[in-house]
Nanobody, 121 residues
Framework: QVQLVESGGGLVQVGGSLRLSCAAS?????MGWFRQGPGKGRVFVAA????????LYADSVKGRFTISRDSAKNTIYLQMNRLKPEDTAVYYC?????????????????WGQGTQVTVAS
């Protein structure tokens, strides 16, 4: 059984940066980050494969966000730079059962509790 705990959210000004962490217990494969804004559904942000050698990003965050993983710590990260008000959301990390990075929520079976990111203009 995989349990995920996110941290690192908070309030930041437009153009600022935050780094989210997701610590996992149990065996993990590919992992990802999703977000859910006010009144919106949960959408894909970024994903990384089991080896950490392949990543995927939503178009809205390409060039600004970077996903990475530290296998020794069983932790993934989301470095978020040049933040915009539209990045305001609850961010969730998730774990899948495949080795390849996945973009759809249906491919993930374990989810963290979420961490709030608020970008103030």
């Amino acid at each position: 059984q995989v349990q995920l705990v996110e941290s690192g959210g908070g309030l930041v000004q437009v153009g600022g940066s935050l780094r989210l962490s997701c610590a996992a217990s149990g065996r993990t494969f590919s992992m990802g980050w999703f977000r859910q804004g006010p009144g919106k559904g949960r959408v894909f942000v970024a994903a990384i494969n089991w080896a950490g050698s392949s990543t995927l990003y939503a178009d809205s965050v390409k060039g600004r966000f970077t996903i990475s993983r530290d296998s020794a710590k069983n932790t993934i990260y989301l470095q978020m730079n040049r933040l915009k008000p539209e990045d305001t959301a609850v961010y969730y990390c998730a774990s899948s059962r495949t080795n390849t990075a996945q973009t759809t929520p249906e491919n993930y079976f374990a989810w963290g509790q979420g961490t709030q990111v608020t970008v103030a203009s």
